[in-house]
């Protein structure tokens, strides 16, 4: 008996309509990572309370962490329960850095209605090659695929690098045509993690490339363009972890206007990992230490869970632009 799924079936879409809504709209789909139950429902009540379209996505990591069958079951409840709601947002499943052909096959089977193909490490001629053989696949199933031209500096999960690569708008055209990708991770400063850049305190970040975003508008007009590493990391997350027990020095992100700019023109999706991970970590190391008798997991995740909410909620309406949009 197969054990294959169309993502149909669990209630999600592609990000196809999506795409190019957000991009006539002026806005960008939020695409935010999960691990757990409490993540994914934060994101899905956040974005039904803004009536924001929304991508749920898992790495490599977290699929293995949240294990692969389960993982289809919690997407087809989460669509079940922002229904019951009364929401009609669109919800998509997406695989966030692919690395292996046989990886996002393997998703494409299970339910996901969107995939990434992270070769961005490769050589451009066998980037080109492994992104097409994805596209060939899931293409056949109505699956979106998303293809990475340039490296962002940073870690997150299996993925890492010592500096960035930025991407050069005029290889674009070529790799779009050549591949059939549907849309295109881009490398314009931003970074993976909560250390994104070394800089002197009191010093500002680096501004993000804009010019390379718009050469790569102009070489692909209307095309659904994808900003990776890009959470602020919330200063006021970072200061409560540090308040009750954590140690993170240094760490920072990318300022939330240049977000919104980036969000204003070709860039469609924006992925939100880090500032998730701190908001959790901090009212969680908050809660215990201001309860240290209580062992109820359901107290703590569920503070967890209240400040996700209001993180999430925050970013559609005053960040991504994408609240009211569903």
Do not use: W
């Given at each position: 008996?197969?054990d ?43 974005c ?29 409840g ?68 998303e ?69 790569v ?13 890009a ?12 308040r ?23 860039v ?34 569920g ?24």
């Amino acid at each position: 008996m197969s054990d294959k799924v169309h993502y149909s079936d669990l209630g999600l879409e592609n990000t196809r309509a999506m795409f190019a809504k957000a991009v006539d709209g002026g806005y960008a789909i939020p695409a935010y990572n999960f691990n757990n139950l409490e993540q994914l429902q934060a994101i899905i009540m956040a974005c039904a309370e803004t009536s924001s379209p929304v991508i749920v996505q898992v790495s490599k990591g977290a699929r293995n962490y949240a294990n692969s069958t389960m993982l289809r079951y919690m997407a087809m409840g989460a669509v079940k329960m922002v229904r019951e709601m009364g929401s009609q947002i669109p919800i998509c499943l997406h695989l966030d850095h692919g690395d292996t052909f046989e990886l996002c096959k393997s998703c494409v089977d299970s339910g996901f209605s969107s995939v990434m193909i992270d070769g961005s490490h490769l050589p451009y001629d066998e980037n080109v090659a492994l992104t097409r053989q994805v596209v060939e696949y899931a293409h056949q199933h109505d699956v979106c695929v998303e293809g990475e031209l340039g490296v962002l500096a940073g870690i997150e999960d299996e993925v890492q690098a010592e500096k960035s690569t930025y991407t050069q708008p005029e290889e674009v055209v070529d790799f779009v045509s050549k591949t059939g990708v549907d849309s295109l991770a881009i490398s314009i400063g931003t970074s993976h993690g909560a250390y994104k850049f070394k800089i002197k305190p009191g010093e500002p970040p680096p501004t993000l490339r804009f010019d390379i975003l718009k050469q790569v508008e102009k070489e692909l007009p209307g095309f659904p363009i994808v900003l990776h590493g890009a959470s602020s990391v919330v200063q006021e997350y970072v200061q409560l972890i540090n308040r009750y027990g954590g140690k993170m020095e240094g760490a920072i992100g990318i300022p939330e206007d240049q977000l919104r700019k980036a969000a204003a023109s070709a860039v469609c999706k924006i992925n939100i990992d880090s500032d998730g991970r701190l908001a959790v970590t901090a009212k969680i190391r908050e809660y215990l230490t201001n309860n240290p008798s209580e062992f109820d997991p359901r107290k703590y995740l569920g503070e967890a869970r209240k400040e996700l909410i209001k993180l999430v909620k925050h970013k559609n309406e005053t960040v991504l632009g994408s609240a009211g949009k569903a």
